[in-house]
Nanobody, 127 residues
Framework: QVQLIESGGGLVQAGGSLRLSCAAS????????MGWFRQAPGKEREFVAA????????SYADSVKGRFTISRDNAKNTVYLQMSSLTPDDTAIYYC????????????????????WGQGTQVTVSS
């Protein structure tokens, strides 16, 4: 079992930046692939970014490539999502998730592949 707590969301103007954090506890953080997903009102949860255990493998949604950066600090049991050049389309609840099964290779992009989820943090981008 692992508990995930997101923080860092808020209200930002278009073009601005935010850094989300997700702190994990309960099990060895470095054994999990980690991902960020988001869900806007009336839409399905969608993949944003993910990172392998050691940070070697990274995956991004096309919509955030070049603007968002995922990273992790295994010593601090934390995964980050640095977001820049934000637009109103980035407005959503952002969730971090842990994949307990992936052992090698590029991270999965489907929510169903992730075993543990945080409660989410709201990101609102005003125009």
């Amino acid at each position: 079992q692992v508990q995930l707590i997101e923080s860092g969301g808020g209200l930002v103007q278009a073009g601005g930046s935010l850094r989300l954090s997700c702190a994990a506890s309960g099990r060895t953080f470095s054994s999990f692939y980690m991902g960020w997903f988001r869900q806007a009102p009336g839409k399905e949860r969608e993949f944003v970014a993910a990172i392998s255990r050691g940070g070697v493998w990274l995956s991004y949604a096309d919509s955030v490539k070049g603007r968002f950066t995922i990273s992790r600090d295994n010593a601090k049991n934390t995964v980050y999502l640095q977001m820049s050049s934000l637009t109103p389309d980035d407005t959503a609840i952002y969730y971090c998730a842990a994949d307990n099964n992936r052992g090698f290779g590029a991270p999965y992009k489907y929510p169903s592949e992730y075993d543990y989820w945080g409660q989410g943090t709201q990101v609102t981008v005003s125009s």
